[in-house]
């Protein structure tokens, strides 16, 4: 690698570490002829193909900012949006393909997008499926209705059976409560008797009547 002051031919790696889940690698490097040292980065090309043929290396700032439009005035906050595209560039790259059609980074960006804001989704959706009439609309909101009544009824059924485990926990503990006072009356009951036995004590049913001969004047 050419040293980036004085355009020496050659550096030496000086350190190497992971950086973004393994993503890519960074290095330091320093030079041998002017001694100063600086950073490269390496990592696994990724090329995007546009529909027009021209290839161009995945970016996930050009994701952040497509989101960021698609998000404007909307309650999202910055770091929801890095968190998106990075998602976006894992589902990408798990596909092992060292070249992606744009049309599915636009898909992967689409599903986490529809979970984080519904309305940007819909702004994002109507360029990038290129919606031309208002039954395009429709049909997405519709969609987007039908998804969000499924989870709150899925939300409802996991409520109502979180509820049904914690009044089955309580009546658990209340049984429990239940049968460890009846184990402490039986343990207040158990030395009582025993002490009853106990041979020569100062309990012992002899010591404990009291001699007749004892209160009498
Ligand atoms: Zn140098």
Same mark, same amino acid.
């Given at each position: 690698?050419r040293?980036?002051y ?6 030496r ?28 980065v ?22 952040m ?23 976006v560039?894992?589902t ?17 960006i ?8 519904q ?8 360029v ?13 909101i519709?969609?987007?209705?039908e +998804? /969000? *009544?499924? !989870? %709150?009824? @899925?939300?409802? #059924? $996991? +409520? /109502? *059976?979180s !509820? %049904?485990a @914690?009044?089955? #926990? $309580?009546a /658990?503990?209340? !049984? %429990?409560? @239940?049968?460890? #006072?009846e184990?402490?009356?039986? !343990?207040?009951?158990?030395?009582? #008797?025993?002490?009853?036995?106990r041979?020569?004590?100062p ?5 404990r ?9």
């Open positions: 690698m040293c980036p004085c355009r020496h031919a050659d550096s790696v000086v350190d190497s570490r992971e950086a973004d889940d393994g993503q890519l690698i960074r290095r330091r490097r320093s030079c041998p002829e002017c001694g100063k040292r600086f950073t490269t390496e990592e696994a090309v990724l090329a995007v193909v546009k529909r027009s043929g021209v290839t161009e290396p995945f970016s996930r700032t050009k994701i900012s497509g989101v960021r439009k698609a998000c404007q005035g909307r309650p999202v906050d910055e770091d929801s949006i890095a968190l998106l595209a990075q998602r560039e894992e990408v790259r798990a596909k092992g393909a060292a070249e992606v059609p744009s049309h599915d980074v636009g898909l992967a689409l599903t986490p997008l529809r979970e984080l804001d309305v940007a989704y819909l702004r994002f959706a109507s990038y499926k290129s919606f031309d009439s208002l039954d395009e609309f429709e049909r997405e519709s969609e987007l209705r +998804a /969000a *009544s499924a !989870r %709150e009824a @899925a939300n409802a #059924r $996991e +409520a /109502a *059976s !509820r %049904e @914690a009044s089955s #926990r $309580e /658990a503990n209340s !049984r %429990e409560a @239940a049968n460890s #006072r184990m402490t009356a039986a !343990r207040h009951v158990v030395p009582t #008797r025993s002490s009853g036995r041979p020569g004590g309990d012992t049913p002899d010591n009547l009291p001699k007749i001969g004892d209160r009498s004047p």
